[in-house]
Nanobody
Framework: HLAESGGGLVQPGGSLRLACTHS????????IAWFRQAPGKEREGLSC????????PYADSVKGRFTISRDHAKSTVFLQMNSLKPEDTAVYFC???????????????????WGQGTQVTVSS
């Protein structure tokens, strides 16, 4: 019951903020990651956030442009995306895995729960 929101159409150089929430539970006990998948390409891990804190890892493709953050009060994980490029066009997913499985959040396909995805299109 993970749900992403905030996708849409944006011009190159623009910004979007994606949000990941859970309809019936808190995210406080889960590592949360953002992935994306473009047509014909493999799913790519972008960043992840552990509920215990720590420096989030970022894929090289988004480092310096994307920022992940957690709002514990709202049980929401955000992905702020700046300086968007056409190659950022993809379906973006958030995913969750129990805090007990990993000490730090992994940036690989080891997540148990996935949202339906939200489309991000960067085009002029």
């Amino acid at each position: 019951h993970l749900a992403e929101s905030g996708g849409g159409l944006v011009q190159p150089g623009g910004s979007l903020r994606l949000a990941c929430t859970h309809s019936r539970s808190t995210l406080d006990y889960y590592h949360i990651a953002w992935f994306r998948q473009a047509p014909g390409k493999e799913r790519e891990g972008l960043s992840c956030a552990s509920p215990t804190g720590g420096t989030p890892p970022y894929a090289d493709s988004v480092k310096g442009r994307f920022t992940i953050s957690r709002d514990h009060a709202k049980s929401t994980v955000f992905l702020q995306m700046n300086s968007l490029k056409p190659e950022d066009t993809a379906v973006y997913f958030c995913a969750a895995v129990s805090l007990g499985r990993f000490r730090q959040c992994p940036l690989s396909n080891q997540y148990d729960y996935w949202g339906q995805g939200t489309q991000v299109t960067v085009s002029s």
